[in-house]
Every structure is written in C-alpha cells, then in structure tokens.
C-alpha cells in the first residue's frame, strides 16, 4: 500500500478473489480546500464538540464572524477559532468567512 493511498482488490460476494491486481488512490488535500461544516453538537459524547474550520487555507482566514438568527455577531476573529456553542441555544447560525480575497457564508447547525 502507498502512504498516501489505499490497494483495492475484487472480493466475490462468495468470498472468492475474482481480480488479484491492485489499484491505487491517491488520496491529496485540494490546494485550494476550506471545509466549513454545517453542523455540530457540543454534547459532550467526545464527537463535533466544537466548530472547527478545516481545509489547507483554514491557516489562511483573514476574517470570520458567527451570527445568530436575528443577524447579531456573537463571534468575529481576524483568523480561524473554534466554537463551542456555549452559552448559545441550539438553531441556525451563519458564518462569513474571508479567505485569499474569496467570501463563503454558510449556515450552521448548533444541536445541543
């Protein structure tokens, strides 16, 4: 197996190895990837406890801000931060985010 990869092999339904070559997929971070996630849930089960930009130009945000939904900032930072959705209700919130002159605004989901 390649380290970045994964080796793929045909399996028969009847357990019977149908094809023995293997194949390899490159598995890459897209240069230019943020991954802004639409929901979490601080409940304390150690999964999606908080908020967390991800992506090869999450290092690179020059601005965010959360808003409730009736359009108050509650969070506004110069980079990327987490949240942990204290003190807030569950519901909808938007984020803006400006990354490499490009804005992305998303809904999140607070489930609590």
């Given at each position: 197996m390649a380290d970045n990869g994964w080796a793929i092999q045909n399996?028969?339904?009847?357990?019977?190895?149908?094809?023995?070559?293997?194949?390899?997929?490159?598995?890459?971070?897209?240069?230019?990837?943020?991954?802004?996630?639409s929901a979490f849930t601080p409940n304390v089960d150690g999964k999606n406890e908080v908020y967390e930009i991800k992506g090869v130009l999450a290092d690179k945000i020059k601005y965010m801000a959360i808003y409730d939904r009736w359009g108050k900032k509650i969070i506004e930072s110069n980079n990327n931060i987490l949240w942990t959705g204290?003190?807030?209700?569950?519901?909808?919130?938007?984020?803006?985010?400006?990354?490499e002159n490009k804005k992305y605004v998303k809904n999140i989901t607070l489930i609590k």
């Amino acid at each position: 197996m390649a380290d970045n990869g994964w080796a793929i092999q045909n399996i028969s339904l009847d357990s019977c190895i149908g094809d023995t070559s293997e194949y390899y997929v490159n598995i890459t971070d897209c240069p230019n990837s943020i991954y802004l996630p639409s929901a979490f849930t601080p409940n304390v089960d150690g999964k999606n406890e908080v908020y967390e930009i991800k992506g090869v130009l999450a290092d690179k945000i020059k601005y965010m801000a959360i808003y409730d939904r009736w359009g108050k900032k509650i969070i506004e930072s110069n980079n990327n931060i987490l949240w942990t959705g204290e003190n807030y209700p569950s519901g909808i919130y938007s984020i803006i985010v400006l990354v490499e002159n490009k804005k992305y605004v998303k809904n999140i989901t607070l489930i609590k």
